[in-house]
């Protein structure tokens, strides 16, 4: 069970996953030490699943960002697994959601343009048995929330 100064480390970290463990103790009011164990226990315990850098589209050739919904044409297990891991194969899929409603999946892509949109859209989903639909949004703009979701205050 996690509490306050578990939440305030993850508050922390949410915001700025380098910040020395020192300078995080001091901002929660513990030993380094401690900070340490507790962040060594929240690994294990898989609360904290990992650091990851923040990088620029543009930088690595990324012009253009869509959400692409996806539909399937059957469900079973296998399906959904073994698209599921298709996904996690493309080097243009940024991230990949699997949901309820009207749609099975929401997949976020980054490409160069809208030609590499398109000729990847219709190799990656189109072209696949499974898929029955999908509808592509492009997206203008993306800024990832770093504050913690509201949940109840821990004891």
């Known amino acids: 069970m996690l509490d306050r100064i578990d939440y305030e480390l993850l508050r922390l970290l949410r915001k700025n996953a380098r910040l020395p463990n020192k300078d995080l103790a ?5 030993a380094p030490s401690t900070a340490l164990e507790r962040i ?3 690994r294990e315990a898989r609360v904290l699943l990992g650091y990851h850098a923040e990088i620029a589209p543009q930088a690595i050739g990324v012009g253009l960002q869509a959400m692409v919904s996806v539909r399937l044409a059957r469900h079973s297990r296998a399906l959904v697994d073994g698209f599921h891991q298709h ?4 080097a243009e899929v940024l991230a990949c959601y699997h949901v309820a409603g009207a749609d099975d999946f929401l997949v976020h892509v980054g490409v160069r ?3 590499h949109l398109r000729s ?5 989903f189109t072209e696949r048995d499974e898929v ?8 203008f703009e993306f800024r990832r929330n770093v ?6 205050a821990p004891a």
């Not at 996904?87 to 493309?90: D, H, N, T």
């Not at 990847?120 to 990656?124: P, S």
């Open 26 to 30: 001091a901002k929660v009011g513990i």
């Open 40 to 42: 060594r226990r929240m």
């Open 87 to 90: 996904l996690l194969g493309l």
């Open 113 to 115: 343009d809208s030609e």
């Open 120 to 124: 990847f859209t219709l190799a990656a």
């Open 132 to 139: 029955a639909h999908i509808e592509t949004r492009l997206i």
């Open 147 to 152: 504050e913690l979701p509201a949940t109840p």
